[in-house]
């Protein structure tokens, strides 16, 4: 597959494009009305906010989103958000209708349509409501402050006399003076941008935010009337397969396309080695592309899935301090006991149930398309540079997207539909086959982490040397009391990665990497609280104790201790104690959060079975307690196929994972029973909710599992064989 440099990626989605929807103060405003509708209609902007790796941050006055109040009285957000499971299509809803002091049922929203939505560089990060929500809550107290203002004139009264009630506006020295929204805005056409601070209400203020709501969407989920990519269906649409190699890097030396020709009504495009076969029937595809035969010259192996850990200490020539303070060569010497460990990580697969998907076709010279992907408009850039065509040609339309995981900020399928739709002039289907979902998916790295610490003659921690190496910085920082600590990433310059240029920016690592749930705090936090719970035995202390021993300095987590402690019942014991609990913290997208497990291990087989867990969060403000917990329930049980089953095999840049018949992903056998709590923090911004219980999940079974049989592991996954050959060792 033909890739784009990350630099060339990055300019591309940086220029400066025609803004079409972006800004309606670039445009003509009755061709905006048109687009949108008449009433009072606000944009704001997100301000600078962290991003995925490659897509930079617009100019901080650029319009993030528009809020309508219309002639109608519905509330109408357009953003380029999108959902996929995690739910913001009924929080955001939820935070709207309370700072409007609407019905929840009056709130529409519109997710990632580039025609109709501001430009949004994606979502990612759990950033949706923590961060776009609480600008949004502004712009909507903005508006109710204008429609008080509108309403104060046209009721003939100060607006401190005035109340808001489902949309309606009144009068307290006079109820029965009354003006609704939709009569306020009726053929009226009000634009106006907020950029001044708006006070929101307080949480005793609130109708929706802080009940459980179930999300808007489940009905026609569960019922299957939800609409993916993969479910649009075009007049003349054709069925695209692409000709891959048998592992990245490899160059097409030779192709017969003859037999797949044979088959009827098959047609063959072709740009270069870019060869795609298409059909009407989504079976006689798949027949026609067994039927082509190609010869490919394939790199040369350089690294297995046994070498990798020692390969990225050695390729890694940078790094830098995230965090340091004291000396650790006197924190060393205070020690009586000094622990030195390495772990390994190995590459993770997104292994979305929904295959990477898109369907596109061209009306007139625009492009339409139906994509499964987390970043509509910079994968819209993406591909009006591939089709050397404006942006404001492709159209991205709203669609479900059935789960990303950070998978899906990067969208290849979009551009190769894009280009064979041009190849072909027909409306086409790409749907990714899951070989080729693993084989072209951007991977959780794999890490190594160094972690040399001690404890003194009174059992606290005295010293900490922290490396990590190519995992990323996310989670690598403690939070611990320890007066001597240092923690370093070690990586590779970004001038080294013209060596290979056919690893895009991800060299050394032989396959495409990138955000994958939690990004690198999952294998920050398995590590450091392993460690962690390796000390507190060794110094003879409860694994809960000894952690509240050290975090005087972070009350916040020491509070989520104590309420995760006494929900799962934790009684002190020094481990290994046998009874099979385990504990990890972490930090993650502005949450403070505790995992405990408690696990039953084989120790015939070395199977782990979870058999219960607790999450304890502090996210703040929860706005919708129900979404809250599936969340944190969702993220834990994908966080169990990191801890025991999931790795990507592979020899050099060929991977043998195929298909989950060798890369197993959690069953429904493997679920615990779960039960989520959280700190009352509801006067507290919200924080996010989508990514933090799958990075403790990993240590606190871990720990379980030492605390079950005295055996550590240091390589994840925890599979029956290590499990078993870590017991046998002892």
Known sequence: MKRQDGMKRQEAITRKVSRDMNDPWEMDRREFMRKIGGGLILSF??????????????????????LRIGEDGRVTLFTGKIEMGQGPIT??????????DVRLEDVDIIMGDTDLCPWDNGTFGSLSTRQYGQTMR????????????????????????????EGVVFRVSRPRKKVSYADLTNGKKIMRKIDEAVEMKK?????????????????????????????????????????RPPSLGAKLTRIDTSGAEAIEGTEIVRDGDFVAVLNASQDLVDVALAKVDAEYEEEKPEVDDESIYQYVIEKADNSRELESKGNLEQGEKRSVQVFESEYHDPYLAHAPIENHTATAWFEDDRLIMYASCQTPFPTREDIAEALGMPSEKV????????????????????????????????????????????????????????????????????????????????????????PDHRTKHHFVKRETQDIHPSYNYNWPHPFYTGAWRGPSNNTNTWARESQVEMMAAAAGKDALEFRLEHLEGDPKMAEVLRLGGKTFGWTPAVGPSGRGYGIACGIDAGTWLAVFAEVKVDKKTGHVQVVRCVVSQDMGLVVNPQGAIIQAEGGLIMGLGYTLSEEIKFQGRKMLDKNFDTYSIPKISWTPEIEVVFVDKQHEPPQGGGEPSVVGIGGAVANAVFDATSARLFRLPMTPERVLEAIRSL
Not at 91 to 100: Q, V
Not at 140 to 154: D, P, Q, S, Y
Not at 212 to 239: C, L, N, Q
């Open 138 to 165: 502004g712009a909507a107290a903005k508006a109710r402050a204008i429609l008080l203002e509108m309403a104060a004139e046209e009721l003939k009264a100060d607006v401190d006399d005035l109340r808001v009630k």
């Open 203 to 243: 949480p005793d203020e609130f109708t929706y935010m802080g009940t459980s709501r179930k999300h808007v969407d489940a009905y026609e989920k569960v019922t299957g009337r939800a609409k993916y990519s993969g479910d649009i269906r075009v007049p003349g649409m054709m069925y695209a397969r692409i000709v």
């Open 91 to 100: 929080s955001l809803p939820m935070m709207l209708a309370d700072e409007l």
């Open 395 to 482: 159209y991205l339309k709203q669609v479900f997207t059935g789960g990303g995981f950070g998978g899906k900020i990067y969208n290849p399928q979009a551009v190769e539909v894009a280009r064979i739709v041009k190849l072909s002039g027909k409306p086409v289907q790409l749907v990714y086959s899951r070989e080729e979902e693993f084989m072209h998916d951007r991977l959780r790295p794999a890490a190594t982490v160094k972690l040399r610490s001690g404890i003194d003659e009174n059992g606290r921690m005295s010293f900490w040397n922290y490396d990590v190496y190519m995992g990323g910085t996310r989670g690598a920082t403690h939070f611990y009391d320890i």
């Open 45 to 66: 902007s997100l301000g600078s906010i962290p991003l995925a790796a490659g897509i930079p941050q617009r100019e901080e006055d650029e319009v993030n989103a528009y």
